[in-house]
Each structure stands twice: as structure tokens, then as C-alpha cells.
Nanobody, 127 residues
């Protein structure tokens, strides 16, 4: 089993920035595509962003495109979600998730396609 550990959540004013981290002590993490999902109170979990195993392919939900950036540091076994120009509607619990895949695979947007999940971290945005 692979354990994903998240950090970086908190409270930020609208228009501000925050960076989330998703890390693993297992070297197998480098063979994972990693996705980010969020869930606000009373709403269903939604896709936010994802990065391929190599880090070369990135996809984003329309709601965050141009504001959020997902990246990975292979040496640190860490994937980041840089969140800029935050809005109150971005407030939610954010989860990272991973799935082992082949090198050429595109990351998925369906939560059911991911096998391993982080514990979640709260992101709050004040207006």
C-alpha cells in the first residue's frame, strides 16, 4: 500500500495564493499519475487538476484553468497544486489521489480511476 500525505491548506483572503503538497515516502510514487479533487459542503466531489506520471501532461477543470498549476518534483516524491487568484467558491476540502500507470498514459478525471488517496486538507477563502 502507498500512503499519500497532504499539507499546505489554510485560510487565505480572496485573490491570494496557496500551495498544496502531496507526498509519499515510496519510490513507486514516481510511477503514479496524480489527481486533485475537492469537495465543498453539500456538494459532490469534483475534479480539479491532474498530472501525468512523467509530469509532462497536465489537465485542469475549466473552473480553475489559468489560476491553478499542478507540478511534480520527482526527487522529493511530491506533487504540488499552486493555487492563485483564489475565490470564495474555491473553498473546500482538497484531496490528492494517485494511480499507477504506464509512462504514456494520460491522467484521469474520474475519482473512481484512482486507487490511493491523501487524507484531505481544508482550504478556506475569505471575501
Amino acid at each position: 500500500q502507498v500512503q499519500l500525505v497532504q499539507s499546505g491548506g489554510g485560510l487565505v483572503q480572496a485573490g491570494g495564493s496557496l500551495r498544496l503538497s502531496c507526498a509519499s515516502s515510496r519510490s513507486m510514487f514516481s510511477e503514479f499519475a496524480v489527481g486533485w479533487f475537492r469537495q465543498a459542503p453539500g456538494q459532490e466531489r469534483e475534479f480539479v487538476a491532474a498530472v501525468s506520471r512523467s509530469g509532462g501532461e497536465r489537465i485542469y477543470a475549466d473552473s480553475v484553468k489559468g489560476r491553478f498549476t499542478v507540478s511534480r518534483d520527482k526527487a522529493k516524491n511530491t506533487v504540488y497544486l499552486q493555487m492563485n487568484s483564489l475565490r470564495p467558491e474555491d473553498a473546500a476540502i482538497y484531496f490528492c489521489a494517485g494511480r499507477r500507470t504506464i509512462l504514456t498514459a494520460s491522467p484521469g478525471v474520474e475519482s473512481g480511476s484512482y486507487s490511493y488517496w491523501g487524507q484531505g486538507t481544508q482550504v478556506s477563502v475569505s471575501s
